[in-house]
């Protein structure tokens, strides 16, 4: 339904309106592009749209100032790493009050027994450690579970994300066979050595695959969020937690996305039994953190691991992990936001922001769809899929460029790789219906309307 042509057009437009009005980001774009691989100091902050990066001044709460001076709508919030909005103050008289007074002595600090007993509180399972990072997180607890099953494969969602782990960049190809991820970089095996991959929503390959007996865990998010919003099927989770416990495989959830589901995640909200969880970037408020926890069970084998002589040559921790500044952040964001009152808030603005969109999908009588899952809204440009494959054909490139250069253009900043949008208690319903009348406009732009 799309004019390619028309589209090539109005991006262009979209792409002239922004460097025009972005002489400031592009001279500090030119000038990093000298010293920065990429002109980024990470990769990933080459996907914005336009021809270079916005660079930003100032962020607080739901909004952030770019250098020319324009503020901004925030529906990215970091890709969830500031979920709970920018600049809290909470953490930011925290983070002051342990760095005056030390920031890493590898040593446990006054808040670590509190963040512990808090993640508990939240998820329901009983034993937790920290990781700098959710990658650093998934990494720990897989060589856990090879090394309490005894297994040498892991199993992962296809089209999953579960950030840098070298064994979950994997996807089934054509042929139904285990190969890297598009886009992987210099993968250090066949990840068909290491990995099995089966889709979404599909239980019975889930049960044939793991029915082989190589499979150590199986590391899965409860609702995939990478590749759009895809929901399980009614009944789907609780045939995977029968399944996996059948063939002994080791569950675990990442739930570091789907925090957006309520303060205790989709294991919360869902009453799900895993047999560990990963909680990555939201818990810290802005500061690198992030956590795992294990059931009772799985912590009563691990003990005896943890207090071994070699535990610091076993792969897991680092020097910096488990720091007092990041703990001292974690209590702070954990005891002032992500809870009840916040998501009381946050998840009707995404209510109220899914119907915007899909009442502008039905008004065109377009192939679209826009899912939800707790404050995370995502329009995709297919009817809704039921696993990442799906998903992944429908993406568009050029669409998604046009619709987030057109939604910057005009103060609005969606989530890059995806067309996500993340509400924090600091948004407000206009902030929701500002975006749904530009979504609209750019849509009867396309259209020709």
Same mark, same amino acid.
């Given at each position: 339904?799309?004019?390619?042509?028309?589209?090539?057009?109005?991006?262009?437009?979209?792409?002239?309106?922004?460097?025009?009005?972005?002489?400031?980001?592009?001279?500090?774009?030119?000038?990093?592009?000298?010293?920065?691989?990429?002109?980024?100091?990470?990769?990933?902050?080459?996907?914005?749209?336009?021809?270079?990066?916005?660079?930003?001044?100032?962020?607080?709460?739901?909004?952030?100032?770019?250098?020319?001076?324009?503020?901004?709508?925030?529906?990215?919030?970091?890709?969830? =790493? +500031? %979920?709970?909005?920018?600049?809290?103050? /909470? #953490? *930011?008289? @925290? &983070?002051?009050?342990?760095?005056?007074?030390?920031?890493?002595?590898?040593?446990?600090?006054?808040?670590?027994?509190?963040?512990?007993?808090?993640?508990?509180?939240?998820?329901?399972?009983?034993?937790?450690?920290?990781?700098?990072?959710?990658?650093?997180?998934?990494?720990?607890?897989?060589?856990?579970?090879?090394?309490?099953?005894?297994?040498?494969?892991?199993?992962?969602?296809?089209?999953?994300?579960?950030?840098?782990?070298?064994?979950?960049?994997?996807?089934?190809?054509?042929?139904?066979?285990?190969?890297?991820?598009? =886009? +992987? %970089?210099?993968?250090?095996?066949?990840? /068909? #050595? *290491?990995? @099995? &991959?089966?889709?979404?929503?599909?239980?019975?390959?889930?049960?044939?695959?793991?029915?082989?007996?190589?499979?150590?865990?199986?590391?899965?998010?409860?609702?995939?969020?990478?590749?759009?919003?895809?929901?399980?099927?009614?009944?789907?989770?609780?045939?995977?937690?029968?399944?996996?416990?059948?063939?002994?495989?080791?569950?675990?959830?990442?739930?570091?996305?789907?925090?957006?589901?309520?303060?205790?995640?989709?294991?919360?909200?869902?009453?799900?039994?895993?047999?560990?969880?990963?909680?990555?970037?939201?818990?810290? =408020?802005?500061?690198?953190?992030?956590?795992?926890? /294990?059931?009772?069970?799985?912590?009563?084998?691990?003990?005896?691991?943890?207090?071994?002589?070699?535990?610091?040559?076993?792969?897991?921790?680092?020097?910096?992990?488990?720091?007092?500044?990041?703990?001292?952040?974690?209590?702070?964001?954990?005891?002032?936001?992500?809870?009840?009152?916040?998501?009381?808030?946050?998840?009707?603005?995404?209510?109220?922001?899914?119907?915007?969109?899909?009442?502008?999908?039905?008004?065109?009588?377009?192939?679209?769809?826009?899912?939800?899952?707790?404050?995370?809204?995502?329009?995709?440009?297919?009817?809704?899929?039921?696993?990442?494959?799906?998903?992944?054909?429908?993406?568009?490139?050029?669409?998604?460029?046009?619709?987030?250069?057109?939604?910057?253009?005009?103060?609005?900043?969606?989530?890059?790789?995806?067309?996500?949008?993340?509400?924090?208690?600091?948004?407000?319903?206009?902030?929701?219906?500002?975006?749904?009348?530009?979504?609209?406009?750019?849509?009867?732009?396309?259209?020709?309307?």
């Amino acid at each position: 339904m799309i004019d390619r042509s028309r589209l090539a057009d109005l991006l262009a437009g979209e792409e002239r309106r922004f460097a025009d009005t972005h002489p400031r980001s592009a001279e500090l774009s030119a000038e990093a592009s000298r010293s920065l691989l990429g002109g980024v100091p990470m990769p990933w902050m080459t996907r914005w749209p336009g021809s270079f990066p916005l660079f930003f001044e100032t962020a607080a709460g739901a909004r952030f100032t770019d250098v020319e001076g324009r503020e901004y709508v925030d529906l990215c919030l970091g890709d969830t =790493g +500031a %979920m709970t909005g920018h600049a809290l103050p /909470a #953490v *930011t008289e @925290a &983070v002051t009050a342990r760095a005056s007074t030390g920031i890493t002595t590898m040593l446990p600090s006054t808040d670590a027994a509190w963040v512990g007993t808090e993640l508990a509180r939240r998820f329901g399972l009983p034993q937790w450690q920290m990781a700098m990072t959710a990658t650093d997180a998934n990494r720990f607890v897989l060589r856990f579970a090879r090394k309490l099953t005894g297994r040498p494969r892991i199993a992962v969602m296809d089209w999953c994300y579960h950030g840098t782990v070298d064994e979950t960049l994997a996807i089934l190809g054509d042929d139904g066979t285990v190969v890297s991820r598009p =886009g +992987a %970089m210099g993968p250090p095996v066949d990840v /068909a #050595v *290491t990995t @099995a &991959v089966v889709p979404f929503n599909d239980p019975d390959a889930l049960d044939r695959r793991l029915a082989q007996g190589d499979v150590a865990a199986l590391l899965m998010e409860p609702a995939l969020t990478n590749i759009g919003i895809v929901l399980p099927d009614e009944g789907y989770l609780a045939q995977v937690r029968e399944i996996t416990r059948r063939h002994g495989v080791l569950w675990v959830i990442d739930e570091t996305h789907t925090l957006c589901a309520g303060p205790g995640g989709c294991t919360a909200a869902w009453a799900l039994e895993p047999d560990f969880v990963v909680m990555g970037k939201p818990i810290g =408020g802005g500061v690198p953190a992030a956590a795992y926890g /294990a059931s009772a069970e799985v912590a009563e084998r691990l003990n005896v691991h943890m207090l071994g002589t070699e535990i610091d040559v076993a792969g897991v921790g680092g020097t910096l992990t488990g720091n007092a500044l990041a703990l001292a952040a974690v209590r702070a964001t954990l005891s002032t936001t992500l809870r009840e009152e916040d998501y009381a808030v946050a998840i009707p603005l995404a209510e109220r922001f899914t119907a915007g969109v899909a009442d502008v999908i039905a008004r065109h009588d377009l192939p679209w769809h826009v899912q939800r899952l707790g404050c995370r809204a995502e329009y995709w440009f297919c009817p809704p899929p039921r696993n990442g494959a799906d998903a992944a054909a429908a993406v568009d490139e050029d669409l998604d460029a046009f619709m987030h250069l057109w939604a910057l253009n005009r103060g609005i900043l969606l989530t890059p790789f995806h067309n996500m949008a993340l509400f924090s208690p600091h948004h407000t319903e206009a902030d929701v219906d500002l975006h749904t009348q530009v979504f609209g406009d750019a849509v009867q732009a396309l259209l020709g309307d």
